[in-house]
């Protein structure tokens, strides 16, 4: 009875303006409002609201049967909160058929695991409470930014209660083993491991327009029969991508659409198969073995490593700088000081700053919106300049950041 | 093939990057088993080229004073309207005296090379071209800016060979608007006859387009490349750290922009007092960036340094933590791939044909003295972003081979060669 496991992350960053070292001093608004409200709107139209409405009308029609699961991270629900009910509440429909499992990150989509685990924890618990207030849930399943795992990683998320965690199925902590189980994370004692299986995966999310490969175009039939041939009764295949991959990465002309409205049907047409989200496979699959992972891997680039955004000089500087403010942050107890801060941890921010492939003119730069890695370096170590010497000075001194209490 | 090339400066005599440009480029093609003739007004030292035949126009003896038979109507109009206040191909006259009073040579731009008078220089080198292209075989001709246009084309008229022009400033980029009409004529004519064009750049192509109604077919883009020296660099890197220093290096007129570097300077030195400014090289701008950077009282972190050639160039880019080009308009601008060798991080104006080709460096409009300034900061104060800017631009580099421009070069010839009809 091998189960299906499709889980769709939700995430826009906050995009910084332009800001020269002229500003610093003067300009204490970091957010580029208009690009932002642009980039949402676009995708909330060509994306979130006609995916949710196939989704819904999806689920509806296959009677419980057709389950899907969702992560939006903290940033992208900062934005639909405040510009975009219309897409929140979209995404609550789905969570009222009972068929929809919200997953738990770190709020900021941050590496805080890697710098501080304070703030990894504090992000982790306010993100649960986020999902739970707005969908109702009590987040089973954790996924890292950016598919980020370790062994580390495992053990704390272990810790902090939760049934599974998701990685990236690469043969690096594989071997030869399938990513189509279910696995225990070395040193965990209840903590259960989902590995995506990446072919499968970004034959919808990456090769589903393109003319050149051999199997385009992609139907929903040919793909389901490719599952079908999987068989065995404890798998689990994990199709794991990024949500805007319906209408945004691949357009509606592409035929993306029809091919996941006819999805759920080819699928279930086998008798065997069924869908199922990450805590409802924990639930009912035994780990077939564990899963060794002492470094860092996660699901970007060929490397399925941490170099997008940690992989040079200019990267580890801005991260370090930004986590060397920490403890003058918590010290300062200004709401939109911290805010600011959690917000500059968006792992997008270290990304844009990777020098890697960046002369090929591929996906880097496609997600870029700064001309170059070095100027999105130099934006971003501008406005931290600020933001340090907003936190050496007097606090009377900032007239528009009332100091609050926070919920640390 | 057998090329007839007309240049006008070739290492070591030289002021700017055509002749780094030709010295780069007919290695290569001699390299590809071309057997080049480098035609030049004056050889003198030059002989650091045993792959080509210099040839210098200075040692052939013209046919008496009136205009040889069959010469062509360009050069019969430039012996009547010789300009006397023109000093250089890429001067307008204005303020050029100014150079003079420095006296020396110590600050002498092409001027004390090739004398007063260029449009008679021009002439007189166009019609020894006729004697050469006589005694000469060859298959292709190919030129090298205005300077060279009357003697291929009287090169052409002789030979019935194809012409092909290399575009490697335009007298726009050079003068704006306030062009000099006669040479703005030269290039026209060159333009619309040569059977070929090879442009620096898209923008310069463009340029050919917009400016010259040139059809666009006829214009091929093939960037320039950078020669790395067979001996290893002369100088190590010494940069010392304690003081930074900020380098502009080119001549300094109008087109290069020297003004927005010296506005930036002071911007930047506001912040930053400890940092050095360098702006080496010569032109008719020099006085008043020395009366500016007076008025801004920025002069003891500002030196200008003069002509500077050969090792001096390589030192002085060995010394710096950072190179600019605030060009104007700059066709190509080959002096950032230099920087580039010494791992000296660029910010590049993008109003230059090479900022189409390099990706790792910065990019500024040369009028957004307030951006250029922020970027110099940036690099100054960041070691992190110096060092990766200079790390990847090595790589970079490696991948800008004049062997492959080259290649490129002899596919126009062939091209040239096969649709040209012989002309008797």
Same mark, same amino acid.
């Given at each position: 009875m091998p189960s299906?496991?499709?889980?769709f992350q939700v995430h826009q960053p906050c995009r910084l303006r332009r800001y020269s070292f002229f500003d610093v001093g003067h300009v204490h608004d970091y957010e580029d409002e208009a690009e932002n409200h642009r980039i949402l709107d676009r995708v909330a139209q060509k994306c979130y609201l006609p995916a949710n409405a196939l989704l819904l009308k999806l689920i509806e029609e296959h009677s419980g049967k057709f389950r899907v699961a969702f992560s939006l991270s903290g940033v992208v629900l900062d934005q639909i909160e405040r510009r975009r009910p219309d897409v929140l509440e979209s995404f609550r429909r789905l969570a009222a058929t009972g068929c929809v499992e919200f997953l738990n990150?770190?709020?900021?989509?941050s590496l805080a695991f890697l710098f501080s685990p304070r703030e990894f924890r504090a992000q982790v618990l306010l993100h649960r409470k986020r999902i739970r207030a707005l969908f109702g849930q009590d987040g089973r399943t954790f996924r890292h930014t950016e598919l980020i795992y370790s062994n580390d990683l495992a053990k704390a998320v272990d810790k902090l209660g939760y049934a599974v965690i998701l990685a990236e199925g690469t043969e690096k902590i594989l071997g030869r083993r399938s990513p189509n189980r279910a696995y225990r994370p070395a040193g965990c004692g209840k903590l259960k491991l989902l590995l995506r299986n990446y072919r499968l995966s970004d034959d919808v999310a990456f090769r589903f327009s393109e003319a050149a490969w051999s199997e385009h175009p992609l139907t929903a039939e040919k793909y389901a029969h490719w599952l079908h041939r999987i068989g065995g009764k404890e798998a689990v295949v994990n199709l794991f991508m990024d949500y805007e991959t319906f209408g945004e990465h691949q357009w509606r002309e592409t035929g993306i659409f029809e091919f996941l409205s006819a999805l759920p049907g080819e699928i279930l047409r086998h008798p065997d198969f069924f869908f199922q989200t990450p805590a409802e496979v924990a639930a009912s699959h035994d780990p077939a073995g564990e899963i060794d992972c002492p470094g860092f891997i996660s699901w970007a680039d060929v490397e399925r490593d941490m170099t997008a955004w940690l992989g040079n000089a200019m990267q580890q500087d801005a991260a370090r700088s930004l986590y060397g403010l920490e403890s003058a942050v918590r010290r300062r107890k200004d709401e939109g000081i911290f805010k600011t801060w959690r917000m500059l941890q968006t792992s997008d921010h270290f990304y844009y700053m990777c020098t890697k492939w960046f002369s090929d003119g591929d996906v880097h730069r496609y997600f870029n919106p700064f001309e170059s890695p070095y100027e999105a370096y130099i934006n971003y170590m501008n406005i931290l300049d600020d933001l340090s010497q907003s936190l050496k000075q007097k606090k009377e001194c900032i007239h528009d950041r009332d100091a609050q209490t926070l919920p640390l | 093939m057998r090329i007839l090339m007309f240049g006008w400066e070739f290492p070591p005599r030289m002021s700017g990057g055509l002749g780094t440009a030709c010295f780069g480029m007919t290695k290569a093609l001699a390299g590809l088993g071309h057997r080049i003739t480098f035609v030049l007004p004056h050889a003198g030292e030059t002989s650091t080229a045993p792959f080509l035949d210099l040839v210098s126009t200075s040692g052939i003896p013209l046919s008496g004073p009136d205009p040889e038979e069959g010469e062509t109507e360009l050069l019969r109009r430039l012996t009547v309207h010789p300009l006397p206040a023109l000093l250089s191909p890429y001067l307008s006259a204005d303020r050029y005296r100014d150079l003079f009073l420095f006296g020396e040579g110590r600050f002498r731009d092409t001027a004390a090379v090739y004398g007063p008078d260029l449009i008679a220089e021009v002439a007189r080198y166009g019609r020894a071209a006729g004697a050469l292209a006589r005694r000469l075989s060859f298959e292709i001709i190919h030129a090298h800016d205005w300077m060279t246009v009357p003697a291929a084309l009287l090169a052409r008229r002789i030979s019935g060979k194809p012409f092909i022009l290399h575009v490697h400033s335009l007298e726009y980029d050079r003068s704006g608007e306030n062009v000099n009409h006669e040479i703005l004529e030269i290039e026209r004519e060159g333009l619309g006859k040569a059977d070929r064009i090879i442009a620096v750049s898209h923008?310069?192509?463009?340029?050919?387009?917009?400016?010259? +109604?040139?059809?666009? !077919?006829? @214009?091929?883009?093939?960037?320039?490349?950078?020669?790395?020296?067979?001996?290893?660099?002369?100088?190590?890197?010494?940069?010392k750290g304690d003081r930074k220093m900020v380098l502009f290096?080119?001549?300094?007129?109008?087109?290069?922009?020297?003004d927005y570097f010296v506005e930036a300077a002071a911007m930047v030195l506001r912040v930053l007092p400890d940092v050095t400014f360098v702006m080496a090289g010569a032109g008719n701008m020099m006085g008043q960036m020395i009366e500016r950077v007076g008025e801004l009282g920025i002069?003891?972190?500002?030196?200008?340094?003069?002509?500077?050639? +050969?090792?001096?160039? !390589?030192? @002085?880019?060995?010394m710096s933590d950072l190179y600019v080009m605030p060009s104007v308009s700059e066709p190509f601008g080959i002096s950032p791939l230099e920087a580039m060798m010494y791992d000296v991080p660029v910010i590049l104006s993008r109003q230059s044909g090479v900022a189409e080709i390099l990706k790792h460096a910065l990019k500024v409009d040369f009028w957004d003295v307030r951006e250029m300034a922020a970027k110099i900061i940036a690099v100054l104060k960041h070691p992190v972003l110096a060092g990766e800017m200079a790390e990847k631009a090595r790589e970079e580099l490696r991948k800008i081979r004049w062997e492959t421009a080259a290649e490129l070069i002899v596919e126009i010839y062939r091209e040239a060669a096969a649709s040209a009809p012989e002309r008797g």
């Open positions: 299906v496991c499709l889980y990150e770190t709020d900021s989509h | 923008r310069t192509k463009r340029m050919i387009v917009e400016r010259y +109604g040139i059809p666009q !077919e006829k @214009i091929s883009v093939i960037y320039n490349a950078v020669t790395r020296a067979e001996a290893q660099r002369v100088y190590r890197v010494e940069r290096l080119g001549r300094i007129t109008f087109q290069k922009g020297p002069g003891s972190s500002f030196h200008f340094t003069g002509f500077l050639q +050969g090792e001096e160039i !390589e030192r @002085i880019f060995s």
